[in-house]
Nanobody
């Protein structure tokens, strides 16, 4: 089993920045790919970004390219999401996820473990 705990959410003005963290514990060696998803009220959960074990492969949703950066520190079992130039439409609950195989995918159904989420609110 793998446990994921997100932190770093909050309220920020449009144009501001936040950095989310996701701390993993348990059998983390078994979940090489880590991803971030988000869900706004009344909407389906959507892919934001994902990263491979070594960090050489990253994928981003078109809506966040150039503004968000995913990274990881395997020594700390932590993955990060640096969010810059935030927009009101980025407001959502952000979830960390992990999957067993080292293939970076964007479909939420391909992920095996999920955190509880952290709220990000961007005011205009």
């Amino acid at each position: 089993q793998v446990q994921l705990v997100e932190s770093g959410g909050g309220l920020v003005q449009a144009g501001g920045s936040l950095r989310l963290s996701c701390a993993a514990s348990g059998r983390t060696f078994n979940t090489p790919v880590m991803g971030w998803f988000r869900q706004a009220p009344g909407k389906e959960r959507e892919f934001v970004a994902a990263i491979s074990w070594g960090g050489s492969s990253t994928v981003y949703a078109d809506s966040v390219k150039g503004r968000f950066t995913i990274s990881r520190d395997n020594a700390k079992n932590t993955v990060y999401l640096q969010m810059n130039s935030l927009k009101p439409e980025d407001t959502a609950v952000y979830y960390c996820a992990a999957r067993h195989t080292n293939l970076v995918l964007t479909n939420a159904r391909e992920y095996d473990y999920w955190g509880q989420g952290t709220q990000v609110t961007v005011s205009s």
